[in-house]
């Protein structure tokens, strides 16, 4: 496919507005958007000018659309305006659940629809960039996304195989087919006029190096929206992460702001200024704080680890409240090391971040297993140790980084309740009582698909843990064992018979520990790694 561009002048990037940049889109181009959750690294003017074109001209037409992460606010944001019936036939996505409206086309056959692991994906965009036919990964193996299961494929109308199962050396991998994009939406703060493009006002960086590289090798478009441009070679060298010659079209907005609905900057989480959180107040003592705060006791001294979204995310803040926050390093697969975890739609838009990578980086470092534990939310957990999140009640929510993370860090922790919908439970006196109980059973018998599997990580020699508000498991080789339960519970009424199967009960069977039900600090210190 061949492209009309503009041309520069003098070297000078070419300046647009959103509506007239969009114009250079053809039918079925291979559009690749930057960008995460909650306005993170988000393209809005552009997404919205595509959105608005295709609304009055239907034209361009049949779009192949790849989101490395999931960008929007779980509503009407991110590349949910771009789901219009013929403006997109095919999504490759790292993270769907962000977008609704896209994954809404997903589910009703309306589009072809990948999910590649959002590591996995951010890699075949590098090998992309290389001109390599794919990747060759072990990450995925006995998950939804090996081709002996779903092939990461999400709906009956996607029948094209993208994964394939290979052997070298008599061990297994899948190679994952890289697809070329061949338009870029990114986005940074600052640009020169020549198009060198920094990001001081951003969150993070994600890996929009790495989409801008391979469009441009493929003889694409990159499109970048900016905030203000500046005169040439005045930026510092080392703050530039985008080399003008990859920039062909420059779209200023004065009025992008780091995040949806707040101000243009926050300083705090730009990492411009250092937040003094000595002062934190306590969180709350609800079933969110108990499962974080026994999380934390899977935790060791030098400890690296990674820590996801949903009701794993509070393990952090829990440390801080025990004052041993220090002693280990949480990383968020977006980019960020260290700092104070953010909660919600802006995952990731962390304060007191001691470094900020690349996402490419860093899930390299995750699929080498650089990680020592991970503590991830979990939807839906089977007799086998198994783990569903990527589809739940029907919905496509997407991997996101969740099979990357899971199948290498060296301890997995697996955190939720027992129960979903209208729980509620209350601690008082040292113990967990049940106010109302939830109407779904997240502990089945078989999961139809599988983004986490206990087999394999039992081959591997991980150690695997699931734990709730009221119970706690581990993974063996004979399956799932129940090894403590919350004081104040009966373990037939409030964990056996609120699972679609019978666990193994452990002989030494015993109850959480005591201070994780009193309202005050535990007085928790963190063993050393030894232990």
């Known amino acids: 496919m061949k492209f009309s561009r503009p041309n520069r002048i003098d070297g000078r990037v070419p300046v647009l507005s959103a509506a007239d940049a969009v114009n250079y889109i053809p039918d079925e181009a291979t559009l690749c958007v930057l960008g995460a959750g909650g306005g993170i690294l988000e393209a809005t003017t552009l997404i919205n000018a595509l959105a608005e074109k295709y609304k009055n001209s239907q034209s361009p037409r049949n779009l192949a659309l790849i989101s490395p992460t999931g960008l929007g606010d779980r509503a009407d944001r991110g590349i949910s305006p771009l789901a219009q019936e013929g403006l997109v036939k095919w999504a490759l996505c790292g993270h769907w659940g962000q977008s609704p409206r896209i994954s809404d086309l997903a589910e009703q056959n309306k589009i072809a629809a990948y999910n590649y692991p959002q590591g996995v994906l951010t890699q075949t965009l590098r090998a992309s960039a290389a001109h390599q036919p794919g990747i060759l990964s072990d990450i995925g193996i006995g998950t939804f996304v090996d081709p002996r299961q779903q092939g990461g494929k999400l709906n009956e109308v996607t029948t094209e195989d993208l994964i394939k199962l290979v052997e070298i050396d008599n061990k297994e991998y899948l190679y994952y087919k890289a697809i070329a994009p061949n338009i870029a939406f990114i986005r940074a703060t600052t640009c020169d006029s020549e198009g060198y493009a920094t990001f001081e006002d951003e969150v993070m960086y994600l890996d929009a190096l790495v989409i801008a590289q391979a469009v441009h090798n493929n003889g694409g478009i990159v499109m970048m929206q900016v905030q203000k441009m500046v005169k040439k070679a005045t930026l510092h060298p080392k703050s530039v992460r985008i080399p003008g010659y990859l920039v062909d079209i420059v779209v200023i907005d004065p009025d992008q702001t780091q995040l949806y609905g707040g101000a243009p900057v926050n300083r705090f989480i730009s990492g411009d200024f250092v937040l003094d959180d000595s002062q934190q107040t306590a969180l709350p003592l609800n079933q969110r704080k108990l499962v974080a705060r026994r999380a934390l006791f899977e935790m060791r001294k030098g400890a690296v680890g990674n820590v996801g979204v949903g009701i794993a995310d509070g393990i952090g803040l829990v440390a801080r409240e025990e004052g041993c926050a220090d002693d ?173 199967f019978t666990p193994i009960i452990s002989p030494d069977l015993k109850l959480m520990d005591e201070r994780l039900f009193i309202d005050a600090s535990m007085g928790f210190v963190l063993p050393d790694a030894a232990n």
Not at 337 to 343: C, D, L, N, P, V
Not at 430 to 440: A, P, S
């Open 328 to 500: 280990f390093i949480l990383t968020v697969e977006t980019g960020p090391i260290g700092g104070i975890t953010s909660q919600g739609i802006a995952f990731g838009a962390n304060v007191n971040t001691r470094a900020i990578l690349d996402m490419t980086s860093q899930f390299d470092f995750y699929h080498g297993g650089g990680l020592d534990v991970c503590y991830l939310s979990f939807a839906e957990v089977d007799r086998h140790g198994n783990v569903g999140v990527h589809k739940f009640n029907g919905k496509i929510m997407g991997t996101g980084g969740f099979i990357d993370i899971s199948a290498t860090s060296k301890k997995i922790i697996f955190c939720g309740t027992l129960t979903a919908g209208s729980l509620k439970t209350e601690v008082a006196d040292g113990k967990l009582n049940i106010v109302q109980e939830g109407r779904v059973k997240k502990f089945v018998n078989e999961l139809p698909e599988v983004t986490f599997s206990g087999k394999i990580a039992l081959e591997r020699g991980l150690d695997v843990r699931y734990i709730t508000e009221r119970a706690v498991f581990t993974l063996k080789a004979d399956g799932l064992h129940l090894i403590e339960i919350a004081p104040g519970v009966s373990l037939q009424e409030d964990i056996l018979d609120k699972m679609d």
